[in-house]
């Protein structure tokens, strides 16, 4: 008990002083996440409103299995990217096993099926409507997409931010195409298990500290823009021109 | 400006509608009416190209409208629909007035204008920053209608711009519509199931009835000579007495019906089950039999009396019914109670004879 509350003060301590360690890690965390979950919405909300939009044989089944892949384990990702990016893979001679670039490339693989499939249904808590009244006045196929997916925006972006969360909290792909590499690819979550390993459980402990904050805020500002959406009324925008 | 050929169309195996030719003139407002569900919002729906349909040609301003995307989205944007039920976008009243200018990429000092100009005229000046999804249902019709005018549409669809509201927004609405017609050369197609409205704001009519166009031309005449039962009974003709026509002598027939004659102008021959439609408005009532030109003359019994405005709509029992409109005045002048026995006549002018 009162070793973990030694742990627990220092931990503290380490994160208001401002220890490098404590920072270095935080910042690559959020430099990789932050990095996966950009390319994977720029990605992968499109790709939703284009299996939206469009009808196609398997549509329904497609989407099923999008949905199944939500919960795709982290670590069977992790070996597929492995399998894909190691010497031997396929893609073996670009030599970027245990670097950052395979780790966003694995996160980004990661939040595909939850930012696809939550796009979708943003895109269907759209009444139809919205998009035959931007055709009916006048809006090209692609403007009236883009009306649809600013009706959407905010169940949208919570899309994004829920990918935003699996990718910073997972430990089973970073560890394994990443590799742990301190200073390089070590990241909040490999690091915590590596120290907690080792017993330095005030840097886990620290690090677990501020893995729960990012964890928090990105929880309340999506759950800000979801009341934005609830309360867009006293702040609708002044008219822009 | 808009013409149609031959249009017909299905969802599955429903046939919603079959066989629609029209032709709408630049600058003309035509009013389709029907029942729910006669097929009236399937029509502005083709011709506002938001579907296509399963065959039939559509002509807009003399080009044939076909399949390329590219030609069905130039055209479109010379035209604007408004819906039933307008969706509005989560954005404020002037957002939403300014999309179709904003999709047409005008600039900005020209689209305020004309977007405040349209909220003037549809008098949401000052509603500007309010957020349009809490606007009541007349003010959203008024958003959709500003969102739809200041595109400065040549074609305007308007698909029942009034079926759900209040009668003092059905009346704004009325007078927003008319105004618009006059000032621009705009031309309207609109839809209501509404038939005192289609009269009060046509310059033409049609009947749509079960997909059919069954009947156009100009308001008076569908309503006062509808061709058929379906029509008459659609456009409120309460009088329509069923008989067979007993003998005709130049024009002037005998009509009998439930023992009694009704004389009446047409050239259907003896023996043919026919419709004798008689408008309210065309019955006087007095207290005693007094000689008129009339040649229709029955004695009845008053079964009920409903006033509504300034008129009395009285239901006389004559051996068969027979609905009177007179005005509210004239009821109480002769002191009309439920009872009361009077004279009903109307001329034979006054009878509309369609084929049974």
């Known amino acids: ?241 | 400006m808009l013409k149609v050929e031959r249009l017909h169309h299905s969802y599955g195996k429903a046939e919603i509608l079959k066989n629609i030719d029209l032709g709408v003139e630049r600058g003309e407002v035509f009013v389709t009416i029907g029942p729910t569900g006669s097929g009236k919002t399937t029509l502005l729906r083709l011709l506002g190209l938001l579907e296509r349909p399963t065959s039939g040609h559509i002509y807009f301003d003399g080009h044939l409208v076909n399949n390329s995307e590219r030609q069905r989205l130039e055209i479109r944007r010379r035209m604007a629909m408004v819906s039933q039920k307008p969706a509005v976008f989560n954005a404020s009243v002037f957002e939403n007035v300014a999309y179709g200018l904003k999709i047409r990429k005008e600039n900005g000092a020209s689209m305020r204008n004309k977007v405040m100009n349209a909220l003037e005229t549809v008098g949401l000046s000052g509603y500007e920053r309010r957020d349009a999804r809490t606007l009541s249902g007349g003010e959203t019709q008024r958003v959709a209608l500003a969102r739809a005018m200041v595109i400065e549409p040549e074609l305007l669809l308007l698909d029942e711009p009034t079926a759900n509201l209040d009668p003092v927004s059905t009346s704004h609405i009325e007078k927003l519509v008319t105004e618009v017609i006059k000032k621009s050369d705009m031309t309207v197609l609109m839809s209501t199931h509404d038939m005192y409205q289609g009269q009060r704001l046509a310059h033409r009519m049609g009947v749509l009835i079960g997909g059919e166009m069954m009947q156009t031309g100009d308001p008076r005449e569908v309503f006062s000579l509808p061709q058929s039962r379906k029509i008459a009974e659609f456009v409120g003709v309460e009088n329509m007495l069923g008989g067979v026509i007993a003998s005709n002598e130049e024009g002037i027939v005998d009509i009998k019906i439930d023992g009694a004659v009704v004389e009446a102008i047409s050239n259907l021959g003896v023996g043919e089950q026919v419709y004798a439609c008689v408008r309210p408005e065309e019955i006087t009532l007095a207290r005693t039999k007094e000689s008129t030109s009339a040649r229709n003359s029955f004695s009845g019994e008053i079964t009920r009396i409903v006033l509504f405005g300034p008129l009395a709509r009285i239901e006389l029992d004559c051996g068969f019914l027979l609905v009177a409109l007179i005005t509210k005045r004239s009821a109480e002048e002769m002191n009309l109670q439920t009872g009361n026995r009077v004279y009903a006549s109307f001329k034979a002018t006054g009878v509309h004879v369609i084929k049974g």
């Open chain 1, 1 to 241: 008990m009162h070793a973990i509350a030694d742990a627990f003060v220092l931990a503290v301590k380490m994160i208001f002083t401002g220890d490098p360690d404590v920072y270095g890690i935080t910042a690559r965390t959020l430099e990789i996440s932050l990095s996966s979950t950009v390319i994977g919405a720029l990605l992968f909300v499109p790709l939703g409103c284009l299996i939206y939009f469009n009808n196609f044989r398997g549509k329904r089944l497609l989407i099923s299995i999008i949905q199944t892949c939500y919960s795709l384990p982290t670590v069977f990702v992790g070996l597929l990217v492995f399998l894909v990016f190691s010497r031997a893979g396929p893609l073996g001679i670009f030599g970027i096993m245990f670097t950052p670039q395979v780790m966003v490339i694995g996160q980004v693989v990661l939040i595909g099926p939850i930012v696809i499939g939550l796009t979708i249904s943003a895109l269907s808590g759209v009444s139809p409507a919205i998009r035959e009244t931007a055709i009916s006045l006048g809006a090209s196929r692609f403007q009236s997409v883009w009306t649809v997916l600013k009706e959407a925006r905010f169940a949208v972006l919570t899309a994004v931010m829920v990918g935003f969360g699996r990718a910073i909290s997972e430990v089973g792909l970073a560890l394994m195409v990443g590799g742990n590499i301190r200073g390089y690819t070590r990241v909040l979550t490999t690091a915590i298990s590596l120290e907690t390993g080792k017993g330095e459980v005030a840097l886990s402990l620290a690090l677990g500290f501020i893995l729960v904050a990012l964890a928090l805020i990105v929880t309340v500002l999506a759950n800000r823009f979801l009341k934005v959406k609830e309360a867009d009324v006293a702040q609708s925008r002044a008219p822009t021109s």
